[in-house]
């Protein structure tokens, strides 16, 4: 079972950037999937999530209006289109799938870990 984030780059402020987080070995279609990050020295946190069917969603505040996270089951990926980029959004982008069908934000929920994508955003 793997998860493949990618889609990572160096951006200026205010740029935007797509994630794409690619499954193998297993269908997740019907796990709900999220996005994660970790900057240097912090814990990693919640960015979105997103429910098995693609109709509920959660954000952290601090992405709240500028991230959206979406999925195509279909090709077992789901997306983060990263919008109004930040410095504050430099990290190291991780996606994830949960044990759960609906959105939850708590990082022990989540069963499955892709290797992560760096995101580094200039001022």
């Known amino acids: 079972v793997q998860l493949q984030a990618s889609g990572g780059g160096l951006v200026q402020a205010g740029d935007s950037l797509r994630l794409s987080c690619a499954a193998s070995?297993?269908?997740?279609?019907?796990?709900?999937m999220g996005w994660f990050r970790q900057a240097p020295g912090k814990e990693r946190e919640f960015v979105a999530a997103?429910?098995?069917?693609?109709?509920?969603?959660n954000y952290a505040d601090s992405v709240k209006g500028r991230f959206s996270i979406s999925r195509d089951n279909a090709k077992n990926a789901v997306y983060l289109n990263m919008n109004s980029l930040k410095p504050e959004d430099t990290a190291v982008y991780y996606c994830a799938a949960s044990i759960m069908a609906g959105t939850t934000t708590t990082r022990d929920r989540y069963r499955y870990w892709g290797k992560g994508t760096q995101v580094t955003v200039s001022s």
């Open positions: 997103l429910s098995w069917r693609g109709d509920n969603t």
């Open positions: 070995g297993r269908t997740f279609s019907n796990n709900g």
